[in-house]
């Protein structure tokens, strides 16, 4: 069997390069084509269209910005035409209407869909030990379950839209806890107390995550650079967060305002920098 890996940016060569490490019959395609070259020189079978990879892969994976992306590359007439018969596991971060607008198109054409995001960044792409939350059937699961566990721990949520509702969930933690930090960080440096001392007692409350640690020296040094998880990519989840929680009725104030402070860092340039880079925005401007 063939599998396919549509995009690979952060996630997808990293993914890439754990799946062809765990001897799955692998071949990848990337819009922007040098990007693919480094895989090919690792031995990995690449393809120069998404309707070549499409035809070329009994299942294919889908590692891609956003839904528009995924229109852009998948349906498009020529590899439409590619889909039946096929399945395709959909592993970006969406929101769970558009998946399931997704699995609509995509079933119309003969094709399997199941969505399988996850949590985790590149290191544990490298590893193989994200956390993959699969939105599907109990069959699609017992069929795809040997392949994910190649790149982490795979977990059944429900049926399409369930799975990217809580992965929304969980991004949303990550941008609301990464602010809140940002905020008392920045304050505690500006009022002269000793950073250590701050994050000795936060680590030995019940109020640390270890999230803190991991984005504090990037904070301390104001250094963004060699994303993971690059600011436009939370700002995309936050924006999704915000439009799935207003339709449930929630107040979603809190999140607003980070949205904005997502905004200002993009004004700021830092789109493309490590997400801690809200810090930027956050941190006090007085002189
Ligand atoms: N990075 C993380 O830690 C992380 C963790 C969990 C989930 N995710 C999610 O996983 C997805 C991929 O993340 P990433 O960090 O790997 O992103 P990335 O580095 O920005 O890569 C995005 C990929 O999408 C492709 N793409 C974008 N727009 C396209 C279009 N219109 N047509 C065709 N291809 C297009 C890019 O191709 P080019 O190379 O040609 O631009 C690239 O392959 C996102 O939904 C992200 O939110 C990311």
């Known amino acids: 069997m063939k599998i396919g890996l549509m995009g690979t940016g952060l996630m997808g060569q990293a993914m890439a390069r754990t799946l062809f490490a765990a001897d799955v019959s692998i071949m990848a395609y990337n819009r922007t084509l040098e990007k693919l070259d480094p895989l090919k020189q690792e031995g990995i079978e690449i393809a120069d269209s998404p309707s070549a990879l499409v035809s ?16 852009d590359v998948l349906l498009s007439s020529e590899t439409a035409k590619q889909l039946s018969g096929r399945t395709i596991i959909q592993m970006g971060t969406i929101a769970p209407r558009e998946s399931q607008q997704l699995q609509e198109q995509i079933t119309a054409q003969g094709c399997d869909y199941l969505e399988a995001p996850v949590l985790g960044s590149v290191p544990q792409a490298q590893s193989g030990s994200l956390q993959v939350m699969v939105g599907g059937t109990q069959q699609q699961f ?13 977990f059944l ?3 399409v839209g369930k799975a990217t509702t809580l992965k929304l969930a969980l991004n949303q933690l990550i941008v609301s806890l990464t602010g809140a930090f940002s905020l008392s960080l920045s304050f505690v440096q500006q009022e002269g107390v000793d950073v250590e001392t701050f ?7 019940a109020l ?57 860092a993009f004004d700021l340039g830092l789109a493309d920098e490590d997400y801690a880079a809200l ?4 941190k006090s401007h007085k002189n």
């Open 56 to 71: 070329s892969c009994d299942c294919i994976i889908l590692m891609l910005a956003d839904a528009t992306a995924i229109k």
């Open 142 to 154: 017992d069929q795809w379950q040997d392949l994910l566990s190649h790149l982490g721990k795979p």
């Open 199 to 205: 994050m000795e007692v936060l680590r030995g409350s």
């Open 208 to 264: 640390y995550a270890p999230t803190f640690d991991k984005k504090l020296k990037r904070m301390v040094n104001e250094d963004y650079s060699n994303p993971n998880f690059p600011t436009k990519h939370l700002l995309k989840d936050t924006r999704l967060f915000l439009e799935e929680a207003k339709s449930e009725g929630l107040t979603v104030s809190s999140l607003q305002g980070m949205e904005t402070v997502l905004e200002a």
């Open 279 to 282: 810090f930027e925005v956050i």
């Open 157 to 159: 949520v429900g049926a």
